[in-house]
């Protein structure tokens, strides 16, 4: 039919040119907040772009969801400011005639969206937390990149190495100034390298120098040195017990309800249904008036998203907080929500008969 897939149509070229602008914006900020954390030591250099795409999987489901609300609300108000929205209702086909053609058009991003929810988020944040837990993990001189001045794990020690191979243990030009109780060291030393002894990991500095400096009285100690061995206090890799709801698969979230795992199901589950009901809403929030053309329905739409998708936040916080049930959750905020769209789709469909959308009145012209 014409009119489905003139909509279809249209509704496709705004969500795809809207999901791009917000792409380009959204991983701009991650990559921006990713390579300091890099640089704070917190993520290793070299998997920054592997942290960004598992961040950008994690968080394209919100992407989506506001692409898709978006695209709606700009469609349909682009048909009432170039009053096409009344040749269609003068044909008789009235705003609840639009779901059809939208969802046709929204449900693979709804079905895409589900798949990135349940099984691709958790993937993402385990994955990226593994990642960071691995590179903390390790000791501090496997830690240091060549030629950088690194700070180790606990803040206390700067290294400066000139490594012979990216995963060698051997090191040259080894530099630690090492924070003590009451005062400060620097070491020096030509050449470096792990030793294990008796499942100790020590690091042997070769042919170098310490200058110990002590804050109290000044006093300065320097001494040379052809062998100098210090114990590298490797963490243990600590299995994660108990790792975050967010990094649990959707399966094992049901079968462990706990207050928390039930929190987490809150947001997957909400967030999908946010979707769904945001399509409903778009189309009654995107009325506007054709004689003064103007953006403040995408504006006021936008900031119902935000709203939305803040309550959809809160309501994971009470779930996991205990105050309230998933189920109690889920139909309390988004049957709301559904019946709150299916109430405002009614409202603008049937506001001409009731006299409720606000119109201008023509006056008569009084004869002189």
């Known amino acids: 039919m014409l009119f489905d897939s003139t909509v279809r149509r249209e509704l496709a070229r705004s969500f795809g040119a809207t999901l791009v602008v917000i792409l380009t914006i959204v991983l701009t900020m991650f990559l921006l907040r990713i390579v300091g954390l890099a640089a704070k030591g917190s993520v290793a250099p070299q998997d920054v772009v592997l942290v960004l795409g598992y961040t950008a999987l994690g968080h394209l489901p919100t992407m989506m969801s506001l692409s898709l609300f978006v695209a709606i609300v700009v469609t349909i108000g682009r048909m009432y400011r170039d009053s096409e929205i009344v040749i269609w209702f003068s044909g008789g086909v009235g705003l609840p005639r639009f779901v059809r053609p939208v969802l046709r058009s929204a449900w693979p991003v709804l079905l895409v969206a589900a798949v990135l929810l349940l099984f691709v988020w958790p993937w993402g944040n385990r994955n990226s937390l593994d990642l960071r837990d691995r590179y903390q993990q390790r000791s501090d001189l496997s830690r240091v990149a060549p030629g950088v001045f690194q700070t180790s794990a606990d803040g206390r020690r700067v290294f400066f190495i000139d490594r012979e191979r990216a995963d060698s243990l051997q090191a040259r030009n080894v530099f630690v100034l090492a924070q003590q109780e009451h005062g400060e ?8 390298r792990l030793e294990t002894v008796a499942g100790e990991t020590w690091l042997r500095l070769e042919r170098g120098q310490r200058n110990d400096i002590d804050d109290k009285t000044g006093d300065r100690t320097l001494a040379s040195f052809e062998t100098y061995r210090v114990l590298v206090k490797e963490r243990v890799a600590r299995e994660a017990q108990a790792k975050p709801p967010k990094s649990l698969p959707t399966i094992e979230l049901i079968r462990d309800p706990n207050a928390r795992n039930q929190g987490e199901l809150a947001w997957r ?8 009901n945001l399509m409903l809403l778009g189309l009654g929030l995107a009325a506007t008036n054709p004689r003064r053309p103007n953006n403040w329905n995408l504006f006021l739409a936008l900031l119902a998203w935000a709203l939305y998708f803040n309550l959809v936040n809160l309501s994971q916080a009470w779930v996991g907080n205990g105050r309230v049930g998933l189920g109690t959750a889920l139909a ?10 299916l109430a405002l789709l009614w409202w603008r469909d049937h506001a001409a008969v009731l006299h409720l959308w606000p119109r201008r009145r023509l006056r008569a012209a009084v004869p002189a």
């Open 269 to 276: 589950f909400g967030m999908l249904l946010a979707t769904a």
């Open 185 to 192: 060291s620097l070491t020096s030393a030509r050449s470096g």
């Open 332 to 341: 309390g905020l988004h049957g709301g929500a559904f019946m709150l769209a």
